[in-house]
């Protein structure tokens, strides 16, 4: 990845795919499996083996001591990985014994890591493949919409911005912004302790922060939202997801002004979810209010946050990757020590993101509650207009119009049509990405009627 990242970092863009494939041999033990590593593509052109090999050594022994040769895997899966990204620039196999990691836990934990992994590279596709003896198993990770974020003196970043949320039944086809939009912040310089620096970490050390806020709803700013959770990412130097659950961030609500963001209450959710191996996630509480009617307003669009931090390390004394490696490992070992050591300017930071980001949510919430207060005027206007008129057929035009029996249901009628002709209302933005567009005959007709 280090090696990838200083090539693309000179104007290549990444791109290639990177096939991870856990595999058995049939006269296997059961306590002992096959990892093949293999890489092709734009991504890691020029990367040679050769030098890589004594590191790649040093690595399989220090984190796998029980390693053994490994054989090698079916010719049939690396071409057909050949034939979607090239020839093959990095391949590596070993085998792992009594490592019990044939359990649905440990599979699942590998995929999570991947996709994490993924969001912040969405230029290398993921291949994950298990051919195990009890079960077959294949997942691939590509970005469907992928983003560029630059900051200066420092290598681009592409990252997966697609979001699953479907649009709400009402928004028009082919109008929906499926891909949410990063928002850099400022760099955060970062002190070394003296533990760490004992131990050879030393530089410039610093985290860049990273939010995108999704579903994007750009497009209708009369949408109601409500963000439910916040995922905080934090990634290496080699842009590799730091796993393991932090004490730092655990307690990081505790720290933080809820009522400056805007938030009712943030809690972090328990860390034995499989998905808090690689990133923490905070639950958003929500005041209920008890005056509020549900059929005056549309349900509101759900939204998290994804909070990437990229940690950023550079010595001038420090160019081989083995010891690059090395101090990628410090860091990891000393993480906690570090974000302690400056525990007051890392709130202070992400208070700042989180209080940005959060802004503009904030305006939409406001003006969302005075247009409601202003339906409700309209609403009332219009009934008081309709019940007191004394020609029938003016009356019975408006029932025939809206499409109703008598008064009742035509109140209900106009709540939701002025709802619909309100809330739904687009704004084309093009700094959004656009969706499929899809023939959709009559796109604003009913509610240019209903206007």
Same mark, same amino acid.
């Given at each position: ?8 970092g ?26 093949t ?9 020029g ?43 990095i391949? $590596? ?29 969405a ?5 994950l ?11 691939e ?18 990252l ?6 479907q ?31 004992n ?13 995108v ?49 805007g938030?009712?209450?943030l ?6 979810d ?5 990133c ?53 070992h ?14 202070a ?9 959060l ?58 049509? $002025?709802?619909r ?31």
């Open positions: 990845m280090l090696l990838g990242k200083q090539r693309y000179r104007g290549l863009k990444p791109s290639g795919g990177l096939l991870v494939l856990i595999w058995t041999e049939p006269e296997a033990s059961a306590q002992s499996v096959n990892c590593v293999a890489a092709a593509g734009r991504w890691c052109i990367i040679q083996m050769e030098a890589l090999q004594p590191v790649l050594t040093a690595l399989k022994e220090s984190m796998f001591p029980s390693a053994l040769q490994c054989p090698q895997p079916d010719p049939e899966e690396l071409w057909a990985f050949t034939d979607l990204h090239g020839s093959l620039q391949l $590596l196999s070993f085998k792992i014994k009594h490592a019990r990691p044939l359990s649905t836990v440990w599979c699942a934990q590998i995929e999570v890591f991947l996709h994490t992994f993924s969001l912040a590279n230029g290398i596709s993921i291949h493949k298990f051919k195990l003896s009890q079960q077959n198993f294949e997942r990770f590509r970005a469907k919409i992928s983003r560029q974020v630059s900051w200066a003196n420092q290598q681009s970043l592409l997966d911005v697609t979001s699953s949320k649009p709400p039944e009402c928004v028009r086809k082919g109008c929906w912004c499926y891909g949410g939009h990063p928002v850099p912040g400022g760099r955060l310089p970062l002190s070394i302790p003296p533990p760490a620096m131990q050879g970490l030393f530089g410039e050390l610093s985290v860049q922060p990273v939010t806020l999704s579903p994007c709803v750009l497009q209708y700013p009369n949408l109601p939202t409500q963000l439910t959770h916040i995922r905080l990412l934090l990634f290496s130097p080699s842009n590799v997801p730091v796993t393991g659950p932090s004490t730092f961030f655990q307690n990081l609500p505790a720290h933080l002004d809820c009522e400056t963001l938030l009712h209450g809690h972090c959710s328990s860390i034995k499989l998905v808090h191996s690689v923490t996630v905070y639950t958003v509480e929500h005041e209920h209010c008890k005056d509020q009617e549900p059929e005056s307003s549309p349900p509101p669009i759900q939204q998290s946050l994804l909070l990437f931090l990229f940690l950023q390390h550079s010595d001038p004394f420090t160019q081989l990757p083995s010891d690059i490696m090395a101090s990628e490992a410090l860091m990891e000393h993480l906690e020590d570090i974000l302690n050591n400056n525990q007051q300017a890392v709130t930071a992400m208070e700042t993101e989180l209080r940005n980001t802004r503009a949510q904030y305006h939409r919430k406001k003006g969302h509650e005075k247009l409601c207060s202003a339906s409700e005027v309209i609403l009332s206007s219009c009934m008081s207009i309709v019940s007191s008129s004394s020609n029938m057929g003016f009356r019975n035009t408006c029932l025939n119009i809206m499409k109703v029996c008598d008064t009742h249901d035509l109140s209900a009628s106009l709540r939701e049509s $002025l709802m002709v309100t809330s739904w209302k687009r704004i084309p933005r093009s700094t959004c990405h656009p969706a499929e567009m899809e023939l959709h005959p009559a796109a604003n007709g009913p509610t240019r009627a209903e206007i």
